[in-house]
Nanobody, 123 residues
Framework: QVQLVESGGGLVQAGGSLRLSCATSRLAFSGYAMGWFRQAPGREREFVATINRNGGRTYYADSVKGRFTISRDNAKNTVYLQMNNLKPEDTAVYYC????????????????WGRGTQVTVSS
């Protein structure tokens, strides 16, 4: 049925950059706000960024503001997370998620989830 597939994770040194992608299938993509969340070992899933349906509004966690940028391409049914100046504390599994209409910062507000992609930042 609905599929969200993250890619672009990997191992990078502190200060480096990664660009995550989330490709969606069988989802009315333009009708959904999209978000990125992350979960580190022993931690709860936390909000990273979200973007509204047409890409005109974005919201970020304080911990990533100024370093990460969320964007979307509705023609490609894909949402991105550009991560710059990565820090070891960014190490986590990053999840893509979608919900109808309005963006939210709480993970339980999202209906569809990808399986995640690992991001590891070495010091």
């Amino acid at each position: 049925q609905v599929q969200l597939v993250e890619s672009g994770g990997g191992l990078v040194q502190a200060g480096g950059s990664l660009r995550l992608s989330c490709a969606t299938s069988r989802l009315a993509f333009s009708g959904y706000a999209m978000g990125w969340f992350r979960q580190a070992p022993g931690r709860e899933r936390e909000f990273v960024a979200t973007i509204n349906r047409n890409g005109g509004r974005t919201y970020y966690a304080d911990s990533v503001k100024g370093r990460f940028t969320i964007s979307r391409d509705n023609a490609k049914n894909t949402v991105y997370l550009q991560m710059n100046n990565l820090k070891p504390e960014d190490t986590a599994v990053y999840y893509c998620a979608g919900r109808l209409y309005e963006p939210k910062i709480d993970h339980y507000e999202y209906n569809y989830w990808g399986r995640g992609t690992q991001v590891t930042v070495s010091s």
